[in-house]
């Protein structure tokens, strides 16, 4: 079982940054694949973007790429997301999400979920 915790939402001008964290709690946080989503109102979550258990691997989401970077720090249970040039469409709650058998883009296959937090873009 494991826990997720975001933090690091707020509201950010257009053009502006902010790094999001996800803590997990356990000790067995290396052995998972993390995942960031959003969802915005009335819209279905979507995959942002995915980082494989090394850190080695990543992917994006083709509306986030070369704005976002995932990266993750083991020795804190930590995966972040830095999210640089922000626009009002990146407006949405953003969950991390971790699975043990799954590096991807698919929703429905990430086991675990954190609480989300909340990212505000103004124009």
């Known amino acids: 079982q494991v826990q997720l915790v975001e933090s690091g939402g707020g509201l950010v001008q257009a053009g502006g940054s902010l790094r999001l964290s996800c803590t997990a709690s356990?000790?067995?946080?290396?052995?998972?694949?993390m995942g960031w989503f959003r969802q915005a109102p009335g819209k279905e979550r979507e995959f942002v973007a995915t980082?494989?258990?090394?850190?080695?691997?990543?992917y994006y989401a083709d509306s986030v790429k070369g704005r976002f970077t995932i990266s993750r720090e083991d020795a804190k249970n930590t995966v972040y997301l830095q999210m640089n040039s922000l626009k009002p469409e990146d407006t949405a709650v953003y969950y991390c999400?971790?699975?043990?058998?799954?590096?991807?883009?698919?929703?429905?296959?990430?086991?675990?979920w954190g609480q989300g937090t909340q990212v505000t873009v103004s124009s």
């Open positions: 999400a971790a699975s043990r058998v799954y590096f991807g883009y698919d929703v429905v296959k990430y086991d675990y």
């Open positions: 356990g000790r067995t946080f290396s052995r998972y694949a």
């Open positions: 980082i494989d258990w090394s850190g080695g691997n990543t």
